[in-house]
C-alpha cells in the first residue's frame, strides 16, 4: 500500500529523482570538517522555528517588547526554552558560520568551479550578522537599547552619508519606537526572505558542483 | 558468492545509519515539538480563576429595593493589565438572603437599570422589563437575568462569584 502509494507519488512528482540527486549523490571520502554546513542549515532551521514561535507572543512596541518578552520567558510554558534556543542558536550561527567559511578557506574550496558557493556563502554570512544585529535590540532592554545606540552610531561615521545611514538605520536621529518596528520587520520578513533565497541558492550550487576533497600533500 | 558478502554488508551498515538517522531526527523532533505545542496552546487553556469576588457591604441594601454594587476588577491578560467594571443589583427580602443578579440584559447584553418608580428593569436597548426578582415581565429577553452565586462573610460583606 505504502509502496503503491509512493509509487503514484513518484510517476508524478518525480521526488526519487531529486531525493537521490540530494541525499545520495557522489561524495569524496571527507572528514568531519564537512559536516559545518549542514549544522549551520540545522541551526538556521532551529532559529526560523523558534523565531515563528516567539512572534506568536512578541509585540514590537516600545510599552510592551520588555515585558512581552518577560512574559515568554516567566509565564508561557516552555517560554524559556523556545526563547533560550533561540538566543543561544543565534550564536551558534555566528560560530558555525565563521567555522564553515574557515573550512572552505583553508581547503582551498572556493576555487573553480565553486566560486559562486563561496560567494553566495559570504553574503549568508552577513546576512546572518544582520539577524544578530537587528535581533539584539528585540527585548527592548538596557543593553538592547545601548548595543542598537553603538550600532548604528558606527554607520555615523562614514564619510558624507554616514548622517543620512544613521537616520535611515534608526528611522529618525534617536533611537525610537520606529527603530524597534524597523528592526524587527528587517528581522523577520526582510532578512528571512534573503536568507531562503541565499541558502536555496547555495545548496544548488552545492549539490550541482559537488563538494571538493580535502587537499592530499601530493597536490 | 563471496563477492555478495560486502554488498551485504554495506547495505546493513546503510539501513542501520538511516534507521539512527531518522531515529535521532525524531527524538530532536519531539523534543523540541512537545514544548512548542505546550508554548502554543498554554495560555490559551489556563483554568479560568473563579474566585470570589467582593462586592462591600450590604448595610446600604433596603429590603425590598435592588441596589446596584460597582466594583472595579483589575485583570492580568499576559502582560497587560486592563480594568473591568462588574455590577450588580443585590436584593433582599428578608435581611439574610441575598440575591446578586447581573445587570446584564438577558438578551443582548445591555445594561438593564433599576427604575424605582416602576419597581421594575428596565433594559433601554429594546424595551426589556424585568421584575424586581429578575424575571421577564416583557419584551425580547429569552431568560430571567442571571444570578450570581453568594456568600456573606461574618462582617456583613457580600461576595459573587463570576463564571
Known amino acids: 500500500m505504502v509502496a503503491k502509494v509512493s509509487d503514484w507519488l513518484n510517476e508524478r512528482l518525480g521526488w526519487r529523482a531529486v531525493w537521490t540527486a540530494v541525499f545520495a549523490r557522489q561524495a569524496p571520502k571527507v572528514n568531519w570538517f564537512y559536516t559545518l554546513g549542514s549544522a549551520t542549515l540545522f541551526v538556521a532551521i532551529s532559529q526560523i522555528v523558534t523565531g515563528i514561535l516567539l512572534t506568536i507572543y512578541y509585540v514590537p512596541t516600545p510599552d510592551h517588547a520588555y515585558d512581552s518578552v518577560v512574559y515568554i520567558t516567566a509565564q508561557v510554558p516552555f517560554g524559556w526554552l523556545i526563547r533560550g534556543i533561540h538566543h543561544w542558536g543565534a550564536s551558534a550561527m555566528i560560530v558555525l558560520c565563521v567555522l564553515h567559511l574557515l573550512r572552505t578557506f583553508l581547503y582551498g574550496a572556493y576555487k573553480f568551479p565553486r566560486e559562486m558557493t563561496w560567494l553566495t556563502g559570504v553574503v549568508l554570512l552577513l546576512i546572518v550578522i544582520g539577524f544578530g544585529f537587528t535581533g539584539y535590540l528585540l527585548p527592548w532592554d538596557q543593553k538592547a537599547y545601548f548595543a542598537t545606540t553603538i550600532g548604528t552610531e558606527i554607520a555615523n561615521v562614514v564619510p558624507i552619508v554616514g548622517p543620512y545611514l544613521l537616520r535611515i538605520a534608526r528611522g529618525g536621529q534617536d533611537i525610537s519606537a520606529l527603530t524597534l518596528a524597523r528592526f524587527f520587520g528587517v528581522h523577520i520578513w526582510v532578512l528571512p526572505a534573503a536568507l531562503g533565497l541565499f541558502i536555496a541558492v547555495h545548496i544548488y550550487l552545492v549539490i550541482r558542483n559537488g563538494i571538493s576533497a580535502p587537499p592530499q600533500k601530493d597536490e | 558468492m563471496e563477492s555478495e558478502e560486502p554488498t551485504k554488508q554495506e547495505l546493513s551498515r546503510r539501513n542501520f545509519l538511516s534507521v539512527v538517522i531518522a531515529a535521532i531526527g525524531s527524538a530532536i523532533t519531539a523534543i523540541l515539538g512537545i514544548p512548542a505545542v505546550a508554548y502554543l496552546v498554554g495560555p490559551a487553556l489556563q483554568a479560568q480563576t473563579e474566585e470570589w469576588t467582593e462586592l462591600g457591604s450590604v448595610k446600604k441594601v433596603e429590603t425590598g429595593t435592588p441596589t446596584l454594587f460597582s466594583i472595579t476588577l483589575q485583570h492580568q491578560t499576559g502582560w497587560v493589565t486592563s480594568q473591568e467594571e462588574v455590577s450588580a443589583y443585590v436584593l433582599t427580602e428578608d435581611g439574610q438572603n441575598y440575591v446578586a443578579l447581573s445587570n446584564i440584559c438577558s438578551h443582548l447584553g445591555c445594561r438593564v437599570r433599576w427604575i424605582p418608580d416602576q419597581n ?42 463570576r463564571g
Do not use: A, E, Y
Not at chain 2, 433594559?123 to 429577553?141: A, E, L, R, W
Open chain 2, 120 to 161: 421594575q428593569f428596565i433594559c433601554p436597548c429594546h424595551n426589556g422589563i424585568f421584575n424586581k426578582d429578575g424575571t421577564v415581565v416583557s419584551g425580547p429577553p429569552p431568560r430571567p437575568m442571571d444570578r450570581f452565586p453568594t456568600k456573606l462573610d461574618d462582617k456583613g460583606n457580600l461576595f459573587i462569584k
